[in-house]
């Protein structure tokens, strides 16, 4: 039986100084809705890092590999995208990883 569980994207990154989780709480709701509109998105849950000052995590449930990774294209030119984008301190140096759901045993 395939196992209809969803993809898992997490995003990790740090913000600028003085950026706090009510700020991206309030960015990553206007980029949902632009994330729904791509397609394939599920969910979204906001993470602070435990590791690193500044850091954060973004878990993002998806429905397929492809909805994930063609995600920020197709958002990348929304005025939610460069909203988040303005938080973000280095965005070069964000880390995207992927999980496929393996079922269980």
Not at 26 to 47: H, S
Not at 55 to 80: C, F, N, P
Request: a negative charge.
């Amino acid at each position: 039986m395939p196992n209809s569980a969803p993809v898992l994207e997490v995003v990790e990154f740090t913000t600028h100084d003085g950026v706090s989780a009510d700020d991206l709480h309030k960015a990553l709701e206007l980029l949902e809705a632009d994330l729904r509109q791509a397609g394939g998105f599920l969910a979204q849950t906001l993470y602070a890092s435990a590791e690193q000052p500044r850091g954060w995590l973004i878990s993002y449930h998806w429905a397929t590999v492809e909805d994930a990774k063609q995600s920020m294209a197709r958002v990348a030119a929304t005025a939610s995208f460069a909203a988040l984008m303005q938080l973000v301190d280095d965005p070069g140096a964000i880390r995207m990883s992927y999980g496929i759901p393996v079922g269980s045993s």
